[in-house]
């Protein structure tokens, strides 16, 4: 059973890159596609692209092209949610698409043909990705205060509802403002993205698992483009290699 795993941006999944073994470069697409091993387990490595559509075409070829049995996201995520910090891990309970709105012929949210505003991440995987995550933020201890000086605390493992936009929320006011609305109507987000929500609605079409792992680097505030670029290069893409291997290790 091959194992897809996706990311938006090279940092994010250089570790895995160099820990694949006997790796194969495929071109589909548009795309380049690695199939080969980790940890004995066959994988293929892809990278989504920015955005939904991007997304959604990666996860389309991943299921027609290669055939694979689950789908895994790993990247970075704003942090919206009550007590989610820089540094801390969000497993994806769900998904919901924070910029799709067909009202008022249906509920703001909803996406037509499904009935519902969120898709759901499949249970076994995300016990599994919260089982690494938690293993890895306990056995890295000692890292965080050179990768996060300014934090209050160790960073922290979330579980919990995950939403994308093809936006990146940058401004305090937007980012209040995103989370109030989808309060009001019983969304209570922990962090914002560009990709999984319509990784998650391509893997419900197809019958595929799909889980998803984001590492917070900004709180999607007015300094979140400051924060970006230095958390993915020295800290995410090295939460997303662990925890990611770890998870690898378990299937």
């Given at each position: 059973m091959t194992t897809a795993i996706l990311s938006a941006l090279p940092e994010e999944q250089g570790g895995l890159m160099h820990a694949l073994q006997q790796p194969e470069q495929l071109q589909h697409a548009g795309r380049i596609f690695w199939r080969g091993h980790l940890h004995g387990q066959p994988v293929v490595l892809a990278l989504s692209g920015i955005g939904k559509v991007a997304a959604a075409t990666t996860a389309a070829a991943l299921a027609e092209r290669f055939g694979v049995a689950r789908?895994?996201?790993?990247?970075?995520?704003?942090?919206?949610?009550?007590?989610?910090?820089?540094?801390?891990?969000?497993?994806?309970?769900?998904?919901?698409?924070?910029?799709?709105?067909?009202?008022?012929i249906f509920p703001r949210w909803e996406v037509p043909g499904?009935?519902?505003?969120?898709?759901?991440?499949?249970?076994?995987?995300?016990?599994?990705?919260?089982e690494a995550a938690r293993a890895y933020l306990a056995d890295a201890g000692a890292h965080f205060v050179a990768d996060l000086p300014n934090a209050a605390r160790a960073p922290q493992v979330h579980h919990g509802l995950m939403a994308s936009g093809d936006r990146f929320v940058?401004?305090?006011?937007?980012?209040?403002?995103?989370?109030?609305?989808?309060?009001?109507?019983?969304?209570?987000?922990?962090?914002?993205?560009?990709?999984?929500?319509?990784?998650?609605?391509?893997?419900?079409?197809?019958g595929l698992p799909?889980?998803?792992?984001?590492t917070i680097s900004d709180r999607a505030d007015d300094s979140a483009h400051v924060d970006f670029a230095h958390f993915v290069q020295n800290v995410a893409s090295r939460y997303a290699d662990h925890i990611v291997q770890r998870f690898v290790r378990m299937l």
């Amino acid at each position: 059973m091959t194992t897809a795993i996706l990311s938006a941006l090279p940092e994010e999944q250089g570790g895995l890159m160099h820990a694949l073994q006997q790796p194969e470069q495929l071109q589909h697409a548009g795309r380049i596609f690695w199939r080969g091993h980790l940890h004995g387990q066959p994988v293929v490595l892809a990278l989504s692209g920015i955005g939904k559509v991007a997304a959604a075409t990666t996860a389309a070829a991943l299921a027609e092209r290669f055939g694979v049995a689950r789908m895994v996201f790993t990247g970075v995520a704003g942090g919206v949610g009550e007590g989610v910090q820089v540094g801390d891990v969000v497993v994806a309970q769900d998904y919901l698409q924070h910029d799709f709105d067909a009202s008022p012929i249906f509920p703001r949210w909803e996406v037509p043909g499904y009935g519902r505003a969120r898709m759901d991440c499949d249970a076994a995987l995300n016990a599994l990705l919260l089982e690494a995550a938690r293993a890895y933020l306990a056995d890295a201890g000692a890292h965080f205060v050179a990768d996060l000086p300014n934090a209050a605390r160790a960073p922290q493992v979330h579980h919990g509802l995950m939403a994308s936009g093809d936006r990146f929320v940058s401004t305090a006011q937007e980012s209040s403002a995103l989370r109030a609305a989808l309060l009001a109507s019983d969304h209570d987000v922990l962090a914002v993205e560009m990709e999984g929500a319509a990784v998650a609605q391509v893997c419900r079409d197809y019958g595929l698992p799909f889980a998803a792992v984001r590492t917070i680097s900004d709180r999607a505030d007015d300094s979140a483009h400051v924060d970006f670029a230095h958390f993915v290069q020295n800290v995410a893409s090295r939460y997303a290699d662990h925890i990611v291997q770890r998870f690898v290790r378990m299937l």
